[in-house]
């Protein structure tokens, strides 16, 4: 059964760090395909964050994220693909979202999401 499991989220203060992992099972490898990071807070609409391709490992960054953000695959788990987040703001409160479009590249739409995992900013 094909799977992405999100982990890593919870409750951090303003400017705290986060580091969530999105694991996914059932694939060949998930690192023969470009993954994204989407989140979407209460309220409110799905917004895309990051990628990165698996082709020529490619990252991509929404403007709201970008230099807080990085996005990467584990280099000890082909499985894995990561998103640290630093300088964390309230505004970064959601429902994180890894997911894939079994393509190589980033400019495919992505189909596949995993369950998410709740991140937190507050004092």
């Known amino acids: 059964q094909v799977q992405l499991v999100e982990s890593g989220g919870g409750a951090v203060q303003p400017g705290g760090s986060l580091r969530l992992s999105c694991v996914g099972s059932g694939f060949f490898t998930l690192d023969d395909y470009a993954v994204g990071w989407f989140r979407q807070a209460p309220g409110k609409g799905r917004e895309g964050l990051s990628c990165?391709?698996?082709?020529?490992?490619?990252?991509?960054y929404a403007d709201s994220v970008k230099g807080r953000f990085t996005i990467s695959f584990d280099t000890a788990d082909k499985n894995t693909v990561l998103l640290q987040m630093n300088s964390l703001k309230p505004e970064d409160t959601a429902v994180y979202y890894c997911?894939?479009?079994?393509?190589?590249?980033?400019?495919?739409?992505?189909?596949?999401y995993g369950q998410g995992t709740n991140v937190t900013v507050s004092s």
């Open positions: 990165i391709s698996s082709a020529d490992g490619t990252t991509h």
């Open positions: 997911a894939t479009n079994f393509r190589q590249f980033c400019d495919s739409e992505f189909t596949f």
